[in-house]
């Protein structure tokens, strides 16, 4: 994160504006409805200022800047079309401790200028910090056309609540809840529609119900949520609404960079993350976790890689949690062998190669791989194995000493659907020694049968992440 995103409260507190156009006159737009005492420093308004002049007030003076006109600036913009005059305000801006802001020049800001979604007192700020403009005015007139003005009245509503909630409800959790229940409620749909008397009425009920529970806690409940194999965008919407709602959160090794960032910032997180031969958690550790948390009124949140029912050990989760009388959800999430292989642009089924697909894991148990090798060596059908970079020698050999072609095609993705995804290919014969000089690491993932020579035709079209 390049810049903090803040909002200033600049309500009465002096602003400085220098120059004129286009650029000068949306500015102080939102410095004027933002209430600030704005004067502007340029030789002449132009036709965008006079025309805001028309509908507000604020300084203006004709004459050349000194470093008077700083004076109890709390921040200053430079829009002049002569580079010199924004030089020199830079430099008296740097002498007076004071922020600045240069149009077209992110060079020389202290600060950028985000674009704004208004639905006041709820807005929206939007900024790829300097990097994009483009992007971002695409995705001002997303939001522009997705967010209702009625959240505004949402927002003003729900303030006009506030300080009464809190004395009525001390407990911070529970509070919390009926905050959200109250911004997506029937309370919210009545004020969509503009049917304030009916939101006012059915406010009051769900008041004097809470005043009834008092300061006891809520009960907890915990969501399993499969992440997919590392792609954000592989996230379910219920899994990032989850996300959001949260108090606590468990999360794997396995999970993709980015995606915890999607969890709610003030969530309390717990890493219990597990490597071969080195679980720092057990499983039965993260269950009694999981049991305790949700007892103490919380929602947890149990982030998974891939899919929790897919070699996830989300059933012995849920079974630990039902014993428990717990409630819980489960989001499944895009198991590995399905994003993996779409991302490097291997079917996992094709008419002409494979009717059948198995899948496995390759983690090994006691040292010893126990696989059915009958049942995976068959005609017109493709292997998956999870798990087995570290059994990859034990895993070839296996496929080879039952009986299995050492042509057989096969492939390991390492990283897959991540930016760093690498995809390497050979034979049931070459593949170890093809992994060794590639030096894979995990995560990776393993698919043997011919559909992997599919990827030669398929790859250009796959949705490849940067890198593969």
């Known amino acids: 994160m390049d810049h903090l995103p803040i909002f200033l409260d600049l309500n009465g507190k002096r602003t400085l504006i220098v120059g004129n156009g286009v650029s000068a006159a949306r500015k102080a737009d939102l410095l004027i409805r933002a209430g600030s005492d704005l004067t502007i420093v340029a030789p002449q308004l132009g036709e965008e200022l006079s025309n805001l002049a028309k509908s507000f007030e604020f300084n203006y003076q004709s004459t050349e800047l000194t470093a008077t006109d700083l004076k109890d600036c709390v921040i200053v913009f430079g829009c002049s079309n002569d580079d010199r005059v924004n030089q020199a305000l830079r430099e008296l801006a740097a002498e007076a401790g004071i922020m600045v802001n240069v149009s077209d020049n992110t060079e020389d800001c202290d600060f950028i200028m985000p674009a704004i979604v208004d639905r006041s007192p709820l807005l929206i700020a939007i900024s790829s910090g300097g990097s994009s403009p483009l992007l971002v005015r695409m995705l001002k007139a997303r939001f522009e056309t997705t967010i209702p003005a009625a959240y505004g009245r949402l927002a003003e509503f729900a303030g006009s609540y506030r300080d009464r909630i809190k004395k009525l409800i001390p407990n911070l959790t529970r509070r919390r809840r009926f905050w959200e229940d109250l911004v997506s409620g029937p309370v919210a749909e009545h004020l969509f529609s503009s049917q304030f008397e009916q939101a006012e009425t ?11 529970a008092g300061d006891q806690p809520p009960k907890g409940e915990v969501y399993l949520v499969g992440t997919g194999p590392g792609d954000p965008d592989l996230l379910t919407f219920k899994a990032l609404r989850l996300m959001q709602q949260t108090d606590v959160v468990l999360y794997d090794r396995l999970i993709g960079e980015g995606i915890l960032n999607l969890v709610r910032r003030d969530a309390r997180r717990i890493y219990v993350g597990k490597l071969k031969n080195n679980h720092t958690v057990s499983q039965d550790e993260i269950s009694n976790m999981l049991i305790d948390l949700a007892q103490q009124g919380k929602r947890v949140l149990r982030l998974k890689g891939g899919d929790p029912f897919v070699f996830g050990r989300g059933g012995e989760e849920i079974e630990a949690l039902s014993d428990h009388g717990i409630a819980f959800q489960v989001v499944p999430g895009v198991t590995a062998a399905n994003g993996c292989a779409a991302y490097a642009g291997i079917p996992l089924t094709h008419r002409d190669h494979a009717q059948a697909c198995v899948f496995v894991t390759g983690h090994e148990r006691d040292g010893k791989l126990n696989l059915n090798w009958e049942s995976l060596i068959q005609p017109r059908q493709t292997v998956v194995l999870y798990m087995g970079l570290s059994s990859l020698d034990a895993i070839t050999n296996g496929f080879l000493s039952h009986g299995a072609d050492p ?49 030669g035709k398929l790859s250009w079209f796959a949705n490849r992440p940067k890198g593969d």
């Open 202 to 212: 059915l406010m009051e009920n769900q008041l004097e119900e809470a005043s009834v």
């Open 407 to 455: 042509a057989t095609p096969a492939a390991i993705i390492e990283n897959g659907t991540r930016a760093g995804q690498r995809v390497i290919m050979g034979t049931l014969e070459s593949l170890q020694e093809k992994a060794l000089e590639a030096g894979i690491k995990s995560p990776a993932l393993i698919i043997v049968g011919s559909v992997v020579t599919l990827r």
